[in-house]
């Protein structure tokens, strides 16, 4: 498979910039796709007092047995309820993921999420995020045929749906084979989609889905040729919001093909990064300052419209200010 990151060794104005260390921050931007962040449901009080013994209580297999059984009921109030106290189950007491998923509520959970109902929909998908929470139900639930009806989901889900969806195909990538099998399943235009039009929550579930799929050079292509070039261009020139390094983390994956340098330009990211070199945050300056130089590298006309944006005088005072971790990398690799 190939993966990438932002190359390093970029020679500009006479002067060499290494790799920025990237990988190193971007851990911390994309840290809050990770779990379940929808609404409690509303339980009757004796179907809160089973949730609670069963979550307080080392006897729960019964419990979850039954509601096993419920997910695979032909009456949709009953699936429904099984699904949202699975969801609770797995939300609440991490140990019983990996007994709800033994328990087999992975496949019929799968064939929910297929449903035409959009509420029984959206609490398979929630389930299934919340499985997908713990490592060892990851493979399991790729294997057992999660993607496409998760991607479905993806595409006509309600709002919830889509943005759970987004974060439990980012889980299954975490798995590498899945990468290209998530792309393949036809996720990066709805995720490019709920990254453009939805509302704050959905954008940075689906670019923080579209940053691990996109490690991929085939998932790279995708995104372009789905339009990721306009909204992530908009959301870095919002300085003020809080998507400029996620998406300019994206944004340092994609320029490594020359699909999405041309994308850039044509979308007007050049005056954009140089922005953020002259007034954004210091990670900021340097997930810019890499991206120019890498869209600089092989082009003499992508050099001469970043040269006529201005972007000489503060790309070569990142270089000599910058913090000590991009000062000593600059240092060293100008060296011999």
């Known amino acids: 498979m190939d993966t990438d990151s932002v190359q390093s060794g970029f020679t500009y104005m006479g002067r060499k910039f290494s790799d920025l260390g990237l990988n190193d921050d971007s851990s911390s931007a994309f840290s809050d796709c990770n779990s379940d962040r929808s609404g409690e449901f509303p339980t009757a009080s004796s179907e809160s007092r089973r949730l609670f013994l069963a979550c307080a209580s080392d006897n729960s297999d019964e419990v979850i047995a039954q509601l096993v059984s419920g997910l695979e009921s032909n009456n949709i109030d009953e699936q429904k309820q099984a699904a949202m106290e699975i969801r609770l189950l797995a939300k609440n007491k991490p140990d019983n993921r990996i007994k709800i998923a033994r328990a087999g509520a992975i496949k019929p959970l799968i064939s929910i999420i297929s449903s035409n109902d959009p509420q029984l929909q959206e ?136 699909e999405a340098r041309a994308a850039l330009v044509e979308e007007g990211g050049i005056p954009v990064l140089v922005e953020i070199v002259e007034v954004g945050t210091q990670r900021q300056k340097e997930i810019a300052v890499a991206i120019l130089l890498q869209l600089c590298e092989d082009c003499l006309a992508y050099r001469t419209m970043v040269a006529r944006e201005g972007a000489i005088p503060p790309l070569v005072a990142l270089s000599q200010t910058g913090t000590s971790r991009a000062k000593q990398k600059v240092k060293k690799s100008s060296h011999p």
């Open 123 to 258: 609490y398979g998908v929630t389930a299934i995020l919340n499985l997908s929470l713990c490592d060892e139900n990851k493979e399991e639930i790729a294997y057992s045929g999660a993607i496409k009806p998760l991607v479905r989901a993806l595409r006509v889900g309600t709002s919830t749906a889509r943005e759970n969806a987004a974060c439990a195909l980012l889980r299954l990538s975490q798995i590498d084979e899945n990468k290209i099998a998530i792309g393949r399943s036809g996720a990066i235009p709805p995720l490019v989609s709920l990254l453009e039009h939805g509302n704050f929550r959905g954008k940075k579930d689906a670019c923080t889905a579209l940053y691990s799929l996109c490690s991929v050079k085939e998932n790279k292509i995708k995104a372009v040729q789905a339009g990721i070039m306009k909204p992530l261009v908009e959301m870095m020139a919002d300085l003020g919001s809080n998507m400029v390094d996620k998406s300019a983390f994206v944004l340092s994956l994609l320029v490594s093909v020359a």
